[in-house]
């Protein structure tokens, strides 16, 4: 088989890692990769907003499998565009329909209500309910959860302590604070719990639970500071066990995969669930079309089975017989930042000591070559990946080989897993 992978992370270079050990993958492509995936996997520097290129990439290199990593393409319809000319072609992500679940904050509410899948309750708010909406926050108590209804670069979700500026940031959203993505904003009750991911890999008629993981996303130590793309992750999550796992794949997996059968929504690819844990009971905060990062840099070395099979039984229409092997043992990633990210921050900063790193996987996220250089080249520049018997180890390692690599600026959280 030949498999294409769209996209530039530590997500992307993750996944790429795991299929290159396939014993199914004869020929690796990562579009637009960067160089930390030149050892596994042919680097081909075309966009993923660039329908066209990569379909002629998937004629030329004759691709017979494609993962879509991030969700702008897939919610900008990739999948629709590819079915049409390539009709035997595997794509992993669903089609600019079934994107939605992540592409708009309102269809995946209209969506949990319709199934009954546990969720925050909420109001949906545009111009022409602005009275409404204004009401509805007066009578919810603080603090005040505002969404843009489509993709905002992560920037979309305010969360505010007081009434009057939830109103004034409300009528701002809808005047174009985030562009056309805030004409429609969704107003939710604010959810005080504990924050996990959970993955599927689905048909859109049968699933395969991958292995879940808690995600850091806040810049500082102690979960505070700006939010971010995210500092660092767990795999496996100690509290998704037993009746927690159970009311999981009951009241959110299971009717979230039926619930897109029954409403005729065709749906091929990985389903991640954003999840919050309130006393005892789980919560969709938000729904992805994709895999998190930096969580698939803590989920995927976990997985032990061979990744492309899950892959092919899609294909052959048995993904219901399709088993997932698990290693036993945790996974701690730390995410090395550029100084002032998620502000400000400078790019093309020579990265000095990647030879020294032992024990751990590493997984280029913002870099690029120069020369024979690698330099920085994103605010997330590498994620760090140890697998050990407990997360405490894990971190450990993770964090010593964090202080061996360096560049100006260079910043990570120390305290991953804080909070288990
Ligand atoms: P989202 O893009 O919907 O995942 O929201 C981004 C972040 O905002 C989440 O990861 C949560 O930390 C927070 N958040 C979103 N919705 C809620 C809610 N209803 N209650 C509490 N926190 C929330
Ligand atoms: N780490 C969160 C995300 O991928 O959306």
Known sequence: ??????GSGGREHAMAAKIAESAHCSKLFVAPGNPGMNNIATVVNVATSAFEDISNLIKTEKIDILIVGPEQPLVDGIADYLEDIHEQLLIIGPKKYGAQLEGS?????????RHHIPT???FECTTHNLEEGLAYLEQTPPPYVLKADGLAAGKGVLILNDLVEAKAELKSMLEGKFGPASSKVVIEAFLDGIEFSVFVLTDGFNYVLLPEAKDYKRIGEGDTGLNTGGMGAISPVPFFKGDMKIK???NIIEPTVKGLAKDGIPYVGFIFFGLIKVENEPFVIEYNCRMGDPETEAVFPRIKSDFVELLIAIQKGNLHDAQLEVIDETAGTIILVSGGYPGDYLKGLEIHGLE???GSLV???GTAAKSDKIITNGGRVLAITTIAEDFKKA???SKQNAEKINWAGKYFRKDIGFDL
Do not use: C, D, R, T
């Open 1 to 6: 088989m030949n498999i294409l992978i769209l």
């Open 105 to 113: 904050k309102a269809f995946a509410k209209e969506f949990m209500q």
């Open 120 to 122: 925050a309750a909420y």
């Open 248 to 250: 999981v794949l009951n």
């Open 356 to 358: 020294n790193v032992s």
């Open 363 to 365: 997984y280029h996220s």
């Open 395 to 397: 971190i450990e390692v």
